[in-house]
């Protein structure tokens, strides 16, 4: 840090050329996140004249498969759940009049943030991942999750419904959330550190392929569940602080390597190389190395939806990648802000000391 001149007014005045210059910083990072703001809603229009002229339907032909909308219904008859609530805050809170901006760094919960292709591997991984797990709330940090839940002196949750909080925005709208629930920190998670398949518009990752003894890829080996998912275009270019997609963060962390495969015995037979669990499309499971669930499937009452499978143009792909790029570099330009306005606000307060 520089001194101060002896003199009083060489002092005034750079302390007033500092101000200028973290004023002038202010104002050019606030213009590039106006410009950047104005580039993300122009392609999200674009993005969404696509699907309204495209459709947004999922279901298969059978009629058995879970629709986004289905999923949130099936989310709604929780009414006792922080996720049910979540749900129905997100529906109501306009004719409401509900204050939720200690939700803003909600991204949503598990079981809406991905698709799968068919079914029968929805039924799959829910199950696999459970209830708990699928109904879990997701958060951008850990000030999103410290703001859900509010605690006295005696570290008791407060209930009041003149909290701003999840328990008190439940109390006041007739809407008890009972138990625990778990809320997933996004940037406290332990990220993917390899590399992504190369012009994937999924930005799937590149995790090597399972190998035996004898140095080939088990028979029935169809990929890895977290490459098995699809992230629409919302939540495919939504990013961390740190530049990480959801696919490295949220579904590497909860599915890890876990693999899939086409039969059980083909699952079974592969036993040497699963570390980190593995399902089978005929019902297998095995949980992590050694440790199997048997007995009869269970049909999970929360699902991911059924993703319709239809191809989107280059240019759609293209727009997304976009999107994700300058939504990092809003994130990283907002963090700029907040530093320069404190550096203002310290010059300032050193300008009023010295006037």
Known sequence: MSKLNPNPQDNLHSLETINKQHEDNLKFLTTQANHLDESILDLQVSLGKYHSANGAG???????????????????????????????????????????????????????????EDDNLSRLLSEYLGMETMLAVVCRTYEGVKALERYNEEGNIKCSSMETCLHGIGSSVGKKINGRFLVICLEDLRQYAGEFVADDPQRKLAIPKPKLPNGECPNGFLGYAVNLINLDSRNLSFVTTNGQGLRETLFYSVF????????????????????????????????????????????????????????VPADYIKSEDMIRLMKWERTNIAGDMRREQELLE??????KGQA
């Open 58 to 116: 999922t279901a298969s032909e059978s009629g058995t498969s879970c629709t986004e909308e289905e999923t949130v219904e099936r989310i709604l008859k929780l009414e006792n759940s922080a996720a049910g609530l979540l749900c129905w805050l997100n529906s109501h809170h306009t004719t409401q009049g509900l204050d939720l901006g200690f939700t803003k760094d909600v991204l949503g919960i598990v079981a809406t943030l991905a698709r799968v």
């Open 346 to 351: 310290y010059a300032k307060a050193n300008f």
């Open 256 to 311: 890890a390597r876990l693999q899939i495969y086409k039969t059980r015995v083909e699952m079974l037979q592969a036993l040497s190389c699963i570390t980190n669990g593995a399902l089978s499309l005929d019902g297998g499971m095995i949980r992590k190395s050694g440790v199997f669930s048997l007995g009869s499937r269970k049909d999970i009452e929360v699902k991911f939806p059924v993703a319709s499978g239809e191809s």
